[in-house]
């Protein structure tokens, strides 16, 4: 079990600098924080592979890792929520291994409640007047949540072939 | 190329105990958050880059200067449209402009700041203090091998995008699904070598016992000096006057008229 578990913290570690990796390759960045990359695609399928736990250690560790690398931070909590919350919340893939894809909406579902939380309570003030703060947050993340998820989709698309090979519950 | 940026001096700054110099990096982001205009933001700036001149890692600088511009611009043109105080018929306002500089230099001040903690802490002196703050030993190592790794990722995924690109590849050709799918001979090749390093990372640790007992030795033992002590002091200080003058301005200004 041992040996297990010390694959499983290695496999997490090496994750989360893939993860912190890829945030670097950004295709939008959002004003208030936020941006269109493939950051969560290795978070998701190591909780697919992994299950939850891990998923959401690794995701942990990764939004630490982006936050003391330069995170967009107002506010204390709000750095928890939308670093090492946020990622964390990816990891709750693990919980809807199959379909595949079904695990990739559910962890980025996870992780955009998290920056709408966020974004209502500290972000709230940047609402246009008389529409609702947690209307304009969701809106706000569903901008760049929802490309984000459709990216990662479409490329673990074209890689599930060779990534399920490499899945460790098939090897 | 050195894609790590730890600096190998002997300086002061160099010689502080970790968790010394990971309470003057809270204390840095802790100040940066609370201020919200450029005065306070300006002195914590010099603070930190005078801490940064006297361990002499400046230099780095240059090696993150990219992505300092490429914050402030981008705060700049971005909160100056979108920011407070805009009047009808104008496309920025001058609350924008303000607003986007305070922004770009609060999130430059804290991007420069884990730039002189990262050049004057080795990885494993960042685990060790992490442990002896009391976050479990497995936690800080997954967060200290991550950061040891992500160079590592970043020069092998070069290595392999020169490779395919000497082989023909052409990324750049292609409309936006072609350059999707040109990518996957360089993700594949990434993830693969990523998973292989994970095979012989366990390994290795696994054959020195990682885990196995319960009581661990340290090569690195970690010790507060005196030097230790005033810095701890003096951020301890420094964050308290920031906090009141923050949150209880009037009690700085009731001290001023005490002062001569």
């Known amino acids: 079990m041992e040996r297990v578990r010390l694959r499983w913290l290695v496999e997490g570690a090496v994750v989360a600098a893939l993860s912190v990796v890829l945030s670097y390759l950004r295709l939008w960045q959002m004003p208030q924080g936020g941006s269109i990359t493939l950051e969560s695609l290795p978070l998701l399928l190591l909780a697919l592979w992994r299950g939850p736990r891990v998923g959401m250690a690794a995701g942990a560790v990764s939004g630490l890792l982006q936050l003391a690398l330069g995170g967009y931070v107002v506010h204390p909590v709000q750095g928890v929520l939308d670093y090492p919350g946020a990622f964390a919340m990816l990891g709750v893939a693990g919980f809807l291994s199959r379909p595949w894809w079904g695990g990739f909406c559910l962890g980025t579902l996870g992780r955009f409640c998290c920056h709408v939380v966020s974004g209502a309570i500290f972000f709230g003030s940047f609402a246009p007047e008389g529409s609702s703060v947690w209307v304009y947050s969701a809106l706000y993340n569903a901008s760049f949540t929802v490309p984000s998820l459709l990216l990662n989709l479409a490329l673990a698309a074209l890689l599930w072939p060779k990534l399920r090979a490499l899945s460790p519950s098939t090897s | ?260």
């Open chain 2, 1 to 260: 190329m050195d894609l790590f940026l730890y600096m190998d001096r002997d300086t002061a700054v160099h010689r502080l105990d970790p968790r010394t110099k990971i309470l003057l990096l809270l204390v840095s982001f802790a100040l940066a958050l609370a201020f919200s205009t450029l005065p306070p933001l300006g002195v914590l700036l010099a603070l930190v880059l005078l801490h940064g001149a006297w361990g002499a890692v400046l230099s780095n600088l240059r090696r993150i200067r990219l992505v300092l511009a490429m914050i402030a611009l981008f705060s700049l043109v971005i909160w100056s449209i979108v920011g407070p105080g805009k009047s009808a018929g104008l496309a920025f306002s001058w609350e924008g402009v303000l607003y986007g500089l305070m922004v770009a230099a609060k999130t430059d001040l804290m991007i420069i700041a884990g730039m002189v903690f990262l050049s004057t802490t080795k990885i494993e002196e960042i685990s060790q203090g992490l442990v002896k703050l009391g976050l479990p030993y497995r936690g800080a190592f997954a967060f200290s091998t991550a950061i040891r790794l992500v160079p590592l990722i970043v020069a092998t995924s070069a290595t392999i995008a020169q490779a395919q690109k000497s082989r023909g590849l052409d990324l750049d050709a292609g409309s936006f699904l072609e350059k999707i799918r040109k990518h996957v001979p360089l993700v594949i090749p990434t993830l693969i070598s990523v998973i292989r390093s994970t095979n012989v990372f366990s390994m290795a640790l696994e054959s020195r016992g990682f885990g196995y007992s319960p009581q661990r030795t340290n090569f690195l033992e970690l010790r507060m000096k005196g030097g230790d002590y005033l810095t701890v002091a003096f951020a301890l200080a420094l964050a308290a006057v920031g906090l009141v003058a923050k949150f209880f301005p009037q009690a700085l200004e009731s001290w001023g008229a005490i002062l001569p």
